[in-house]
């Protein structure tokens, strides 16, 4: 008796959108200066790396940024949204408390029938949402997955607390996902350690008619940044060790953007050469779900990943939680 041939998922496309309105870190420290908030350039470039980001205006929201990218993701790979069935929105700033930003997205593209969900772990989403769809794919369950980071930090920033607000920008990224007969996705590996669930959050909630607590993001930036340098080195070399590669056989490092020099502390523990590692937080900032497919669209559009290279894709961020995926393209 023969055995059917394993199922793998491989990424198909990649597309990315990010909103009109850029802020340059001039142009921030302006508007915080005009509010009593002292930032500088200065401050901002050396201990982030940050040095522009993307805002929405009023009334746009995630899964506007989320269609625009799915569009670039379904044109890049050659698929019709119709041929997709199965949608993933990795976003910690829905449009709506229900239903998911995924079904807004399914209906702003014109299809319907699959099944779609959201996942929120944060700035791990998008790794979170890429496990799950390759699970579902390898299992049977889906054969073209639309797989989408789309994040509006803007709306959950405040604008007095210097410390966080020059970090975050909003965009959307987005990738095509489809059964194959080789991987692909090589392997992943998740984590998440509720215990540090209130170094990074937004505490808020909505009861009753109100707004319960405080609905802006709050950030124990030190302890983020410490917790952050550990755990990614960890994954990486699980997700390798799964894999039964080394760090040698990595084309190309994308770390969730948000602070370049966790992303250098990072590449320079696994000894991967800094022109490896894919860097866009100094213009686009912190996009949360969204930096890791936004990065990853970049790289593959200005043609430095090509097919045959190998990227590990690294998520960390609220929950606490963390995570990577290694993929042959
Ligand atoms: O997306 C999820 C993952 N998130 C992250 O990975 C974020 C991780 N954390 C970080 O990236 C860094 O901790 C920050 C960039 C948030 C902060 O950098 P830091 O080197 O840890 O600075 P700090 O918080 O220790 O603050 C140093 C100083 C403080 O002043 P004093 O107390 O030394 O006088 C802050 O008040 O910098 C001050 N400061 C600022 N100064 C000018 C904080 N924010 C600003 C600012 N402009 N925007």
Not at 104 to 109: A, E, F, G, Y
Not at 271 to 299: C, F, M, Q, W, Y
């Amino acid at each position: 008796m023969t055995s059917a041939p394993a199922r793998h998922s491989r990424i198909a496309g990649t597309g990315s959108y990010l909103p009109p309105r850029r802020l340059s870190n001039a142009d921030l420290v302006r508007q915080l200066a005009a509010q009593g908030i002292e930032t500088s350039d200065e401050w901002i470039v050396e201990r982030t790396g940050i040095r522009a980001r993307h805002f929405v205006d009023a009334g746009v929201n995630a899964s506007d940024l989320a269609v625009q990218a799915a569009r670039h993701a379904l044109e890049a790979a050659g698929c019709r949204a119709e041929d997709v069935d199965l949608i993933i929105v990795a976003t910690s700033t829905p449009d709506m408390v229900f239903p998911s930003t995924a079904a807004i997205v399914q209906r702003k593209l014109g299809v319907h029938g699959c099944p779609v969900f959201d996942v929120q772990a944060v700035c791990s989403g998008f790794v979170y949402a890429l496990t799950v769809a390759d699970a579902m794919i390898r299992t049977g369950s889906a054969s073209a997955a639309l797989v989408i980071g789309a994040e509006v930090f803007s709306r959950i920033l405040d604008f007095k607390d210097r410390g966080t607000c020059v970090l975050f920008g909003d965009g959307a990224g987005a990738v095509v996902l489809r059964a194959g007969d080789r991987p692909g996705i090589v392997a992943t590996d998740l984590h998440a350690d509720g215990r540090h669930v209130d170094i990074l959050c937004v505490p808020g909630t909505v009861s009753g008619g109100q707004v319960l607590g405080d609905p802006l993001l709050r950030m124990d930036g030190q302890a983020v940044f410490k917790l952050a340098v550990g755990v990614l080195e960890d994954s990486a070399r699980t997700v390798l060790g799964k894999a039964g590669r080394d760090t040698a056989q990595v084309d190309w490092l994308i770390p969730h953007q948000a602070n370049i020099r966790i992303m250098q502390a990072t590449a320079r523990k696994l000894k991967l050469p800094a022109e490896r590692l894919v860097v866009t937080v100094d213009a686009h900032g912190n996009t949360s779900a969204a930096s890791i497919p936004l990065a990853l669209d970049v790289a593959v559009r200005d043609g430095r990943i090509r097919p045959g290279h190998t990227v590990l894709l690294q998520g960390v961020g609220g929950g606490f939680t963390w995570g990577s995926v290694l993929v042959d393209f």
